[in-house]
């Protein structure tokens, strides 16, 4: 499961995420590829293009909701 990449706001468009992605990615495919494994993920709208063009689809979208109490 991938969950929560995250780039702070100066350094982000310099290419940080997806060197963190081509990193991760590569693990899973070295110690997971072809074992029957299902890669799957949450992410924000932000990120989305970056699942899109790795192959990921959409299956359904989440609504996060929170109260203080």
Same mark, same amino acid.
Request: aromatic share 22%.
């Given at each position: &499961?991938?969950?929560d990449a995250f780039v702070l706001e100066p350094y982000r468009r310099q290419? @940080?995420?997806t060197k963190l992605?081509?990193?991760r990615m590569a693990y899973i495919n070295e110690h997971y590829a072809g074992k029957? *494994?299902? @890669?799957y993920a *949450?992410? &924000?709208?932000?990120s989305i293009g970056q699942f899109r063009k790795h192959g990921f689809d959409e299956i359904e979208q989440l609504i996060h909701v929170s109260t203080e109490i």
């Open positions: &499961k991938l969950q290419g @940080v995420y992605w081509d990193r029957g *494994y299902t @890669v *949450y992410c &924000k709208p932000m």
